[in-house]
């Protein structure tokens, strides 16, 4: 009843990119552009660059779940979410486009993507 689980731990951590960024340069660890940044650049091959770097950064430390990317749509430019960059887009085609690529980067490097927010504070 008590032997050991054949599930792996999830060890989690929020790294969006940009402000929300716990693995900081000061310590040694790569640049993370925010998710408002590469909404504006709106260039795929920069994403997918960005996206890699971090999950493997992620993976190499022992990260195996990353509470981004974020979802929601920059409908409203005071909302919190946009005051802190961490919308890519008011287009969800664009930003469902780089999300996709966000996605598939963390699970090439087996590291979870947990997509937020719900139901969306880009727009409250």
Known sequence: MFGWSQLSLLIG??????????????YGFPQSNSWAKLGLLNDIVETQSCATRTASTLSKNGFNLNFAPILDLSLNPDSFIAKKERCFSNNPVSVSTHAELFIL????????????????????
Do not use: M, T, W, Y
């Open 13 to 26: 951590i929020d790294q969006e990119g940009g402000q929300v960024n716990r693995l900081k340069e000061k």
């Open 105 to 124: 980067s963390h699970l090439a490097q087996n590291v979870v993507p947990v997509c937020k927010h719900f139901p969306g504070q880009g727009s409250a």
